[in-house]
């Protein structure tokens, strides 16, 4: 079953959320999982391409959007209802929905920044996951 991880931040800024994700991203990758990045919006994805592009100057984390790619990096960044092309094991959701898709990975992670439509939001999925069972860690960073 899906582990459900969520993320509360102390931050609201946008490139908090995103430097957040791609720490996250990067340690997920030389863990050897396959990552999936769902954003709300293509531009959203192209910033997110961006950010992990800039992690630090000496960390690699190869990854494509994948209405850009073949798909065959270990990050993929997609946005709306798209689901991935492949099996992956690991979601980030940058999104105030959980996807549909979500119960195909082993574990996501949902990322909650200190601000009030993130919080309502996060709450929501929170229940959703709890009412149908799923195991639920909640880490303050």
């Not at 993320?7 to 996250?24: G, P, T, V």
């Not at 992990?52 to 798909?71: A, M, Y």
């Not at 990096?73 to 959980?98: A, C, F, H, W």
């Amino acid at each position: 079953m899906t582990r459900i991880s969520f993320y509360i931040l102390k931050s609201s800024e946008l490139d908090k959320r995103q430097a957040f994700a791609c720490r996250l991203a990067e340690k997920a990758y030389h863990q050897g999982h396959q990552i999936y990045i769902h954003t709300a919006s293509e531009q959203e994805s192209q910033s997110m391409d961006t950010a992990l592009w800039g992690i630090r100057p000496d960390s690699f984390v190869p990854h494509e959007v994948t209405d850009q790619s073949d798909n065959q990096s270990p990050v993929l960044i997609g946005y709306q209802d798209k689901k991935p092309p492949r099996l992956m094991d690991v979601m980030i959701n940058l999104t105030e929905e959980q996807p549909l898709f979500f119960s195909q990975f082993e574990r996501v992670a949902e990322i909650i920044d200190d601000n009030e439509s993130s919080k309502q939001a996060g709450r929501q999925r929170f229940q959703f996951y709890k009412q149908r069972g799923y195991e639920i860690e909640t880490f303050h960073v």
